[in-house]
Structure formats: C-alpha cells, structure tokens
C-alpha cells in the first residue's frame, strides 16, 4: 500500500446513523452473519437499541424505516465528512439549510449509484447526477428500468423525487427528534471509540498495509489513489468495515469497534457442524465451484447458478457465517473470495472429527 497520511479519530454522528440503520433492520448481510455463525451482536449495543426504539413513537420508527432501510447505509454519509460534522445536533441544521436539490441527491443517494452502474458516462462527469435529475419523465423510465430495486423502493424513490422539499423536512423532523433520544448514549459510546483507537493505533501505524487487510478485511489495493486516510471506529459497525471516498484521494473507513471479536472462530464441533449444514444445499456447492474460478460479485453469481438476487444474497451470508468466503467492498458492491485454504482446512477437520482423531 502506497504511503499515505493517515488519522484516526471517533465521531458520534457516525454512531447516530449506523444506530438509524440497526433500528431499520437494514444491514442483512450482518444480521445474517451472525445468526448463521452462531455469534450474538454485542450485547450492550442491543440494549441500547432498544431504549432508543422505546422512547420514540410508532411516527418515528416508521420515518426511520422509511429514510434508512438500505442495505448499505450510505445516506448522509458523504454529507457528514464534507461538511465536517461532528455534532449530532449539527446534522439536522446542515441537512435543512441545504437547497432541495442538493438534499435530494442525499436522500437518492442509493438509487442514482444503481443507475450510475448502468450509465457510468454520465455519472462520470462533473454535471452528470444534476443530468440525471433533470429530466423527470427519463429519470422515471431509468428507474423503471432499475431490477435491482424493489417496487418499494421504487416507489418511495418517485415521492422523494417528486416531492423534495417535503422529504428533506420529514428528514429534518427525524433527525432533530432522534438526536434528543440518542444523545444519553454519546459518552459511553465514545468511551469505547476512544478505547479502539488507543488499542488500534500502534498496529495501524506501524504496519497500515496488515492493519487494512488482516483486521479490517479490505482490500488494500482499493486504496491505492488515496493521499489520506481516515479510520473511525465505530461501537455500531460491529463485523462490517464501511469504505467512504468522499473525494478523489481520500478515503474513510468506518470500522466496527467489536470486529475482531465477532471474527473469532467457532470451536471445531461447531464449525463442522455449520460446513455440513452449508454443503446440504446443492446451490451453496455451485456457488463455491464458481467461486473457486475466480471472485464474483453477487448479481453475477446468482445468474451463474439461476438465483434470484435475494436468494444468493442468503446463500453467501451462510458462506461468510463459518468464514469460507471472504468479499471486499468496491464502492456499493461486494466482490466475493472463495477462501480455499480455510475450505481445506475445513474439511481437514471434518475428516478428523468424523475419524474421532
């Protein structure tokens, strides 16, 4: 990994909005990790999820529900780096002073990526979001067009689009209510923060390289154009590490202050036990012959094998579970790796527990 500056540092707005997506159920891909590894989520967070769920009214779970069940929770993410936003009760102020476009392009943040990946010309130029904006009957045939969107999402996509001004201000209402009832929670989360950059920082400036890859389980070749690099821990990530770039030569990681934990390996019953109950389904076995190829995104994956996206989404997430594949985040999109090595090692252990050896 070429030389970078690189800084470490904790945010509690960070910590509102993964706390937004956990109470959204978005992340599918954690959730199903740790129910298909046997690994429960911390569980001091779990408490505090739930206190928060309790102080607000069924109105607002549903707005949370609403703005924040992405598979990727990616809304506002860009907004809180550029504009340097540390304060959760800053964020709400922010957000309402910008213009109804520039809050659109936040709130459809996730839909333009899907249309960006069919229409890479565009998007790649300075104007091309405020092109693909512009035209509403075209936006409206490209998202008709979009199969990796759910009619749901479709929808809620439309009247966003259609009605700005009144989402940005349901956005707003949202965040100023939330701030009140996560605000109780600030000091003990950035006490654990803290606690993971003290015990983080010596690894991660002596060796970025093996701090990137082995403990966060990225891909350092993703960071190559990067001048700079900052890395928030984050008590709501858990297992996923979360890659940002909000500019050319910078990135962000934001990376679960539990993740080494929720890595550990189960015991060898256990883990033979799962390997059987993956190999059971002739799907999950294609999967990893066509994984044994070479790495795949899972869109890709799931043609090879006649799936539905859903379907191969679960499928991986019970590979990821005993740690027989691995994926690395490029942009929105996850390419995953067959690990052989842990395969064989896998099977090593069946032949032994089998052999009772």
């Known amino acids: 990994m070429k030389k970078k500056e690189i800084s470490m540092d904790t945010n509690p707005v960070f910590e509102m909005l993964v706390s937004l997506n956990r109470i959204a159920e978005s992340d599918q891909l954690e959730s199903s990790y740790f129910e298909n590894a046997g690994y429960a989520p911390h569980s001091r967070m779990t408490e505090i999820i739930e206190e928060i769920k309790n102080s607000l ?81 075209a936006f409206e045939f490209r998202l008709a067009g979009c199969q990796d969107l759910s009619s749901a999402d479709q929808e809620k996509a439309l009247e966003i689009y259609r009605y700005p001004a009144e989402a940005k201000q349901r956005l707003v209402c949202l965040l100023e209510r939330y701030a009140k009832s996560f ?88 883990e033979i036990k799962q390997l059987f109950k993956v190999l059971s389904e002739e799907k999950r076995v294609e999967i ?27 499928h991986l997430t019970m590979l990821l579970g005993i740690g027989l594949i691995d994926y690395e985040r490029v942009g929105q999109r996850l390419h995953y790796i067959l690990k052989k090595e842990v395969l064989k090692a896998l099977l090593d252990k069946a032949y032994l527990d089998l052999v009772n050896q």
């Not at 605000?183 to 690894?203: C, G, H, M, T, W």
């Not at 790495?295 to 679960?314: E, F, H, M, N, R």
């Open 288 to 314: 990893i012959k066509s994984l044994a190829s070479k790495p795949a995104i899972g869109s890709d994956l799931a043609k090879q094998v006649g799936l539905t996206s859903a379907t191969a989404s679960y």
């Open 183 to 270: 605000s109780p929670f600030i000091a003990e989360l950035d006490e654990l923060d803290r606690s993971e950059v003290e015990k983080s920082r010596e690894a991660c400036f002596a060796d970025p390289e093996d701090f990137v890859t082995n403990y966060l389980k990225v891909n350092s070749k993703i960071l190559d154009p990067a001048k700079q690099l900052i890395l928030i821990p984050n008590a709501f990530s858990e297992i996923l590490t979360f890659i940002l770039q909000p500019a050319k030569d910078q990135f962000v990681l934001v990376y679960g202050t539990f993740i080494s934990k929720k890595r550990l390996r189960e015991k060898r019953s256990e």
């Open 57 to 137: 009214s069924a109105f607002y779970r549903q707005e949370i529900s609403y703005f924040f069940n992405k598979p990727v929770c990616s809304l506002l993410w860009d907004f809180v780096i550029s504009d340097g936003i540390h304060d959760i009760s800053q964020l709400p102020a922010k957000f309402a002073a910008l213009s109804d476009l520039d809050a659109m392009k936040h709130l459809l943040c996730d839909v333009i990526d899907v249309i960006c990946q069919k229409e890479e010309e565009i998007c790649q130029i300075d104007q091309g979001i405020e092109i693909l904006l512009a035209d509403r009957e």
